[in-house]
T-cell receptor
């Protein structure tokens, strides 16, 4: 079974703090993704990565950055957390860059609250 | 930019009722289509997917979906829902050749009452 794990289920941070969300997958997938999930808005793509050290902006990258130093690990960074970044953050992974539409496997999510 | 519309935001059904959740997308090219489900407290997981071939696809737990290209639709159906189907359902679209990026709809909260 593919397993995607996220470092925290719940996180509470203060405005202005730097926040790191970690994601690890154990199936040697090339592709990794970060989404945020908000009620009524569905899942919105923040950043994704096709390979180590590669990253591409998704639909809502403002206020976020990412790091992928190893194939299995994809980190989301909030440089200076703000209250409008309070959300559920989901990490996903998938294989085969060349085959569009392959299934994405999701982690359990991190519920981040910024006070 | 492509978009995915799910018109039903909240649906309440009694057990054994039939279910149909609508999904429409805006892109005119070749697409791959997905339905994901998120049960309370659980991970988002794949329910079914369409890549090519038979436009009627069957997924887990008795769900099926029909791709109607002329209507840009991929509606999810189940003939008889159960209380355990209570969950949030998301439609998603990937552009063929778009590098595995998915665009999700806003989701439909389904509540099945006993």
């Amino acid at each position: 079974d593919v397993k995607v794990t996220q470092s925290s289920r719940y996180l509470v941070k203060r405005t202005g703090e730097k926040v790191f969300l970690e994601c690890v997958q154990d199936m040697d997938h090339e592709n990794m993704f970060w989404y945020r999930q908000d009620p009524g808005l569905g899942l919105r793509l923040i950043y994704f990565s096709y390979d180590v050290k590669m990253k591409e902006k998704g639909d809502i990258p403002e206020g976020y950055s990412v790091s992928r130093e190893k194939k299995e690990r994809f980190s989301l960074i909030l440089e200076s957390a703000s209250t409008n970044q309070t959300s559920m953050y989901l990490c996903a992974s998938s294989r085969d860059r060349g085959l569009s539409g392959n299934e994405q496997f999701f982690g359990p999510g991190t519920r981040l609250t910024v006070l | 930019a492509q978009s995915v519309s799910q018109h039903n935001h909240h649906v309440i059904l009694s057990e054994a009722a039939s279910l149909e959740l609508g999904c429409n997308y805006s892109y005119g090219g070749t697409v791959n289509l997905f339905w994901y489900v998120q049960y309370p407290g659980q991970h988002l997981q794949l329910l079914l997917k369409y890549f090519s071939g038979d436009p009627l696809v069957k997924g887990i737990k008795g769900f099926e979906a029909e791709f109607i290209k002329s209507k840009f639709s991929f509606n999810l159906r189940k003939p008889s829902v159960q209380w355990s189907d209570t969950a949030e359902y998301f439609c998603a679209v990937a552009l063929t050749g778009g590098g595995n990026k998915l665009t999700f709809g806003t989701g439909t909260q389904l509540k099945v009452e006993l």
